[in-house]
């Protein structure tokens, strides 16, 4: 008599994503929630601490140029950490290690918030931690799936970038009000606890982890540099990075030169209420918030059932280009201001939404490919190779405000210049990233399978 099969069992997420997804959260706060005050404290507190209107445009590139430094060198450092994952330790005992380091960092901020020299080190110290873990927390994620629930990878992405945002929501609204009203010590310190509760929080799952063992250095330098798929796979990665750094370029910017455009707005967004400077940008972490399940559930989805086909490379393009459309209305913004209006935070509230659409579509994408076209050995390298774009756009931003700030020559990109320059460089970036992309072709590693091409 004829049986049919039983049904195969769904697909289910591993038990040790929640302890990484928990994790997260609470150590975006702790960056975010320095971060939020960072450019805003150093003008206040290092760079014009007698609020000399004067000496307020060199006072505030100096700050972007502190902050963007800081970014660079935390978002540089993954490559160091995915190395020594990979090849060394393993990436438990980076990110484990790494993290109480971390604490130890925001220990610093919170002592010397009075001292410029000290408080340089302690953002050196989280800069080091954050970027030593930065790479492994998201290439452990990937590494706890199979081939049996790797159709919940790119949803597993989307639940850890939701981590991302509500963690950085949190410490938006809530740091701002402990600078204000407990100051920098305080506003330094809670961060600091928040980071504590990530290291815990990835601890309790030590049983639960799926382990992938270093390679050993030899090895690990042999598959990335020598012949075969790890240069070839290599080599199509870093086409595709080549073209991000620009579009971090304008994101960056909203958490540093917008936050500073902010303290000249309106920001009375209705009667009786005014947000911080520094809240502002909470509103495009909850609309990125409601926007990522939108995306992965519905608007994806719905376009791939009429015929749409929204490859990783044509999503990153689409999220390019309307990231810059929020730099146009910045710099609408700014020419404002410098004819003498007081425009409405408004304005902004409007280009943090736009901003975090094409930011979305790009860096959850982009995360994912980072893993999904690597070989087994070389993910947390090639996730770091993710991170290292957002590193260079940092370095080119604390660049071009270290010669603003210096009178150097590219002082002339002040005021909406400033805005207009990169709206020009995207529109250039954008071109060149349609034409390659148009030609590259992929192939997909997921756990031990062989490569899977797929069509662009």
């Avoid at 609309?287 to 719905?302: E, K, Q, R, S, V």
């Avoid at 059932?305 to 390019?320: H, I, K």
């Avoid at 425009?343 to 901003?355: E, K, M, T």
Wanted: positive net charge; glycine residues 10%; proline residues 6%.
């Amino acid at each position: 008599m004829f049986r049919p099969a039983a049904p195969a069992a769904p697909a289910a997420f591993p038990k040790s994503v929640p302890f990484i997804i928990g994790s997260e959260v609470a150590e975006r706060f702790s960056y975010y929630g320095m971060l939020t005050i960072l450019p805003t404290f150093l003008v206040a507190g290092f760079f014009n601490p007698t609020h000399n209107a004067a000496l307020l445009p060199g006072a505030e590139a100096q700050a972007n140029e502190l902050v963007h430094s800081f970014a660079a060198l935390g978002y540089a450092l993954p490559v160091l950490g995915a190395l020594l994952a990979d090849w060394v330790l393993g990436k438990y005992r980076v990110i484990l290690y790494l993290s109480i380091l971390y604490c130890g960092g925001h220990a610093l901020l919170a002592a010397f918030s009075d001292d410029l020299a000290s408080f340089r080190l302690g953002l050196l110290v989280v800069a080091v931690g954050m970027g030593g873990i930065k790479s492994s927390v998201s290439a452990n994620l990937g590494d706890q799936f199979t081939q049996a629930n790797a159709s919940l990878l790119p949803k597993a992405y989307g639940w850890f970038q939701m981590s991302i945002d509500v963690g950085a929501a949190l410490a938006t609204v809530i740091t701002p009000l402990l600078y204000k009203h407990f100051g920098p010590a305080v506003a330094f310190g809670v961060p600091g606890l928040l980071m504590a509760t990530a290291a815990l929080t990835f601890w309790l799952g030590r049983r639960r982890y799926v382990r992938v063992p270093p390679i050993g250095f030899r090895a690990g330098l042999r598959q990335t540099l020598g012949p075969g798929e790890g240069r070839a796979a290599l080599r199509r990665i870093l086409t595709v990075f080549a073209f991000v750094p620009a579009l971090w370029m304008l994101n960056e910017q909203s958490s540093s030169e917008w936050v500073l455009q902010a303290t000249h707005l309106n920001r009375e967004l209705w009667p009786g209420f005014a947000p911080l400077a520094e809240q502002l940008q909470v509103v495009g972490i909850v609309f990125g918030i409601l926007l990522n399940p939108l995306l992965t559930y519905g608007i994806y989805p719905a376009l791939g059932r009429r015929g749409v086909r929204l490859s990783p490379l044509r999503r990153m393009g689409a999220g390019m280009v309307i990231a810059t459309l929020a730099e146009l209305v910045i710099g609408g913004v700014q020419r404002s201001l410098a004819a003498g209006g007081h425009p409405s935070a408004w304005w902004q509230v409007l280009a943090y939404c736009v901003n975090t659409t094409g930011v979305i579509m790009v860096a959850i994408t982009g995360l994912e490919y980072a893993y999904t076209h690597a070989p087994k050995a070389m993910k947390s390298l090639t996730t770091a190779l993710w991170v290292l774009t957002i590193a260079a756009a940092n370095f080119g931003l604390s660049l071009l405000n270290g010669s603003i700030a210096r009178g150097g020559w590219l002082a002339g990109l002040q005021g909406a210049n400033f805005y207009w320059f990169f709206v020009g460089l995207m529109a250039v970036n954008v071109t060149l990233f349609a034409l390659v992309a148009s030609r590259l072709k992929e192939k997909v590693y997921v756990a031990a399978e062989p490569a899977v091409p797929l069509p662009t």
